[in-house]
């Protein structure tokens, strides 16, 4: 990075109250909504339909797919018109979806055809009446892209796209990525795309992986945030080494949950706790009694926070 893309990308957080677009809807009893992003069960390989039904029993608002799910259940002769009336009638929404589509990488053509899986995915959380995708750096993990003016022109263009789906995408942060593992590089590309629509996608465990921490959480408006994603990390892993499989259930790590919690609702955030694991110990056990546990630690740290 240059000196001014230094300067640029440890200033961005300042501004990051002009990203006010990404209103979510909470309980009404409590700041936040909670979502289930079914990576948390996908080690026992529940078709989604049923993770909805899952997710509804255990007490969720909401519930956050991968589109590999989405595609399965289409390939299946699945109608995702019907699955998002399941949804919708088991009481949930879909305030988000998880997509790996490559809109960020360098070469053109990958770009393009990046773009047009990001369509084609966005139009599928559109079918089942959800209103955000996931923008990760794929596709950049390995490279790091130091331009982040060019990373925001690219994201502009993705953002463009999405209006004319209907669809937000949130750009994600990546701790172990080479492109876009810290906060203030993710919020400074989605504020410099200009696009009103422009948010992003936190999650604990990679706050802490890419380095970044959580104060930076404190110059941010709620509205910058589509989603928020939920978990925690275990004392005897330091960001080095820690890794996706490693994160736990809200509350039982060394996470600062109470300050992260007390955060977002002092910055306005009222949208969705996600809670995203992807523990090989919890696959083995019964789905429903992991989501269940996993929405009573994380209501429990919630209500630990703001008591």
Not at 2 to 9: I, M
């Amino acid at each position: 990075m240059t000196r001014r893309d230094l300067l640029t990308a440890s200033t961005a957080a300042v501004a990051a109250a002009s990203l006010t677009n990404c209103t979510t809807a909470a309980e009404p009893d409590e700041p936040f909504g909670y979502s289930l992003n079914t990576s948390t069960i996908r080690g026992q390989k529940i078709p989604i339909d049923e993770e909805a039904k899952l997710a509804s029993k255990a007490g969720f608002n909401a519930i956050e797919p991968w589109i590999g799910e989405l595609q399965d259940f289409a390939k299946k002769g699945g109608n995702l018109k019907d699955l998002g009336k399941l949804i919708a009638d088991a009481g949930l929404k879909v305030e988000s979806a998880i997509g790996f589509a490559r809109w960020i990488v360098d070469d053109d053509l990958e770009r393009q055809k990046g773009l047009d899986d990001a369509k084609r995915d966005m139009e599928m959380v559109l079918a089942i009446g959800g209103t955000r995708i996931a923008a990760p750096p794929a596709g950049a993990t390995e490279k790091s892209i130091t331009d982040l003016n060019k990373i925001a022109d690219r994201y502009r263009t993705l953002a463009e796209l999405g209006g004319k789906v209907g669809i937000i995408p949130e750009a994600e942060i990546w701790g172990f990525s080479k492109t876009l593992s810290r906060l203030g590089e993710t919020v400074l590309i989605a504020m410099e795309s200009g696009n009103p629509k422009a948010c992003i996608l936190p999650d604990i465990y990679h706050l802490f992986k890419g380095g970044s921490g959580f104060e930076g959480l404190k110059l941010l408006q709620g509205k910058a945030i589509g989603i928020f994603h939920v978990n925690d990390y275990p004392k005897e892993k330091d960001r080095a080494v820690i890794k996706d499989a490693d994160r736990i259930f809200p509350g039982d790590g060394i996470a600062p949950l109470k300050e992260v919690i007390r955060t977002l609702r002092d910055i306005g955030y009222r949208g969705m706790l996600s809670l995203e694991l992807f523990n090989p110990e919890y696959y083995k056990r019964d789905a429903y009694e992991v989501i269940k546990e996993g929405l009573t630690k994380t209501k429990a740290a919630v209500k630990a926070a703001l008591a």
